[in-house]
């Protein structure tokens, strides 16, 4: 049963970073940390009722502080969508650095894009972080190569981007408004 609701909050938590990360940023936030550490903690706690609710309140804490603190839980998003971003890309164009080396770089290339960008940092953050949970998720449930599994992240990404980015268009002021 925990198992299925853990795949359930999985692609709930990927789509809803995919499509709506910037706007629901704090949802999105407070579901990945609930998962991330539903993942860590699991192994120890097993799938009694702490095993739940520990991971529940460390989500609802993580969605709290990202309201008080926006800012901040954008620059760190940033950075861990740059930490897992630029070693995958290494690893698929064979660059033979080293992953702590591109986390690094990735991580402070991250922050720096959303401190300069605040909305497109965000929307190119959260789609990417939404669209690889959805291409782990469908690489292990379909058994899809490593190549594969990256194409699926990319359009994943770019779908997520271009729906997220339509919705930041500027509302035009009809003219009865004035």
Known sequence: MTGVLVE??????GL???LAGRRLFWLAV???????????LHPTLGDGWLGLALPAGVGLLLGWL????????ALLAGFLAGVLLLPAAGELLGLE????AL??????????????????G????????????LASGLRESLHLSAPAANVVLLILMA????????????????????
């Open 97 to 100: 650095v080293g992953w702590y």
């Open 159 to 178: 779908l997520g981007v271009a729906w997220q980015g339509m919705g930041m268009r500027p509302q035009r002021v009809s003219r009865s408004a004035y």
């Open 30 to 40: 407070g579901l990945a940390a609930a998962l991330l550490s539903w993942h860590f």
């Open 122 to 133: 965000l929307v190119l953050a959260t789609a990417f972080m939404g669209a690889l949970i």
């Open 16 to 18: 809803l970073l995919l």
């Open 66 to 73: 990202t309201v008080r603190f926006v800012r901040l839980a």
């Open 103 to 120: 986390a690094l770089a990735g991580g402070v290339g991250g922050m720096a894009l959303v401190a300069l960008a605040m909305k497109w």
């Open 8 to 13: 359930f909050l999985s692609l709930s938590t």
